[in-house]
């Protein structure tokens, strides 16, 4: 009698009851499925976003599954390797030349977000330093630790950014695909192992992961993404190395970064966020409706393409946004300028803009257990 009064495990999920190595077996031909299904729409970023839906759907569905730290690490090296292959001495000269509309459009997103926080704040939807993190856009991996170190619910933290990168990356793949205009076109073949130049190869290989793991090592948030991209555009930019990153290196990367985002959605971090999803899901939309306002601002008094100027104010996470705009027809120097623009200024202001909504707003952070 009493052992059938005991919740069965399958309330847990139908994937908890199977061994690790079969839920990983299940996400990855869910992923390769995914991809493939949207790859034959020609939809942007296919290989991220097939591998965030699987991971999605096999977190939820309770696998307990966790990317290796040193893999994720290596990832975030290849994609600013990806972006340094963009970044060139004119990307400078491009914020030198417009760097008051840099800075006001930095400063007017960092402010819409931090109202929104405030606001989740004082309507009790979470606690101060909480809701400001959750609510910043910058790299979500960052805004989580950042959040953790400053006192906040690095958990629900998680959740909102996430959540916003989910959304972002959707609605950015979605409006790319409107924008780019694709008929009529050819439709070229994926060359997913070109010839390699051994030299050129290995020298990437050791910017993109050695400079991952020195960014990692030195803490500096964001530093596996930033060290890489900085170094790599000082060489690509000077000659010293030919950046090689085959099709195969950035599938197996943008699978990586998908499976992180998605497997953040576990149903431990869900139930938490369960009763304020709807206000936060809200919030992201707002925020996303505001970002696209100063694109329409950007495109109407500076003359950049929509689509170039949609992701440069995007409010999602910076690795997110560099492998759509990568895989889109757009300005990366220019999306990549304002996205790391952005990144910079919120870990300055970010601790002190959570610090004044933590002492005005309504909820005190609670570590939640």
Known sequence: MTRQQVPPPAAKGLLSRLPVPASWVIL???SVLLSAALMTTGLPASLLLGPMVAAILVAVGGASLRMPKF???GVQGVVGALVAVSITAGIIQTFLSDWPLFLGVVLSTLAASSVLGFLMSRWGVLPGTTAVWGSTPGAASAMVLMAQAFGADARLVAFMQYLRVAFVAIAASLIARIWV?????????VAWFPPLDPFS????????FGGGFLGQWSRIPAGPLLVPMLAGAALHATGLLDIQLPEWLLAISYTVLGWRIGLSFTRSVLMHALRAMPRIAVSILLLMGFCG???AMLTHLVGIDPLTA???TSPGGIDSVAVIA?????DLSFVMALQAVRLVIVILLGPVIARLVARH???RDVPVV
Request: aromatic letters at 8%; hydrophobic letters at 55%; proline letters at 3%.
């Open 28 to 30: 990855l031909l869910l």
């Open 71 to 73: 893999a994720f690490t």
């Open 181 to 189: 205009d694709t008929s009529g076109a050819p439709v070229q073949a």
């Open 201 to 208: 190869f290995v020298g990437t290989l050791l910017l993109a």
């Open 293 to 295: 306002g100063l694109a």
């Open 310 to 312: 949609y992701l440069a």
């Open 326 to 330: 990568a895989s889109s027809q757009v």
């Open 361 to 363: 707003g309504g909820m």
